[in-house]
């Protein structure tokens, strides 16, 4: 199996920045692209950025020029910085990893456990 483990998310004042971190383990043969979404009350989960294994990025409208994803390869980790964060920002955001546990096997999502981040004075 494989384990996603975020953290970093917290408290925050409008206007200010949080970093995140997702840490993958476990059986992974091959990391592909990894990224980050989020869910706030009464929401669907929507896509926030993903990074792939190359280090194409992309971005959500609503984050675009705010949010910065970024991942290091060699510790199987990806980054979320989040600045000039607003209130609407306030979600659960959960990591996400495609990854193929096993040589010519599928490639598979996997989720973290959610870190909570909450932008409010």
């Known amino acids: 199996q494989v384990q996603l483990v975020e953290s970093g998310g917290g408290l925050v004042q409008p206007g200010g920045s949080l970093r995140l971190s997702c840490a993958a383990s476990?059986?992974?043969?091959?990391?592909?692209?990894m990224g980050w979404y989020r869910q706030a009350p009464g929401e669907q989960r929507e896509l926030v950025a993903t990074?792939?294994?190359?280090?194409?990025?992309n971005y959500a409208d609503p984050v675009k020029g705010r949010f910065t994803i970024s991942r290091d390869n060699a510790k199987n980790t990806v980054y979320l910085q989040m600045n000039s964060l607003k209130p609407e920002d306030t979600a659960v955001y959960y990591c996400?990893?495609?990854?193929?546990?096993?040589?010519?096997?599928?490639?598979?999502?996997?989720w973290g456990q959610g870190a909570q981040v909450t932008v409010s004075s």
């Open positions: 996400n990893a495609i990854v193929q546990t096993y040589y010519g096997g599928n490639y598979r999502p996997f």
């Open positions: 990074i792939t294994s190359g280090g194409t990025t």
């Open positions: 476990g059986s992974i043969f091959r990391l592909n692209a």
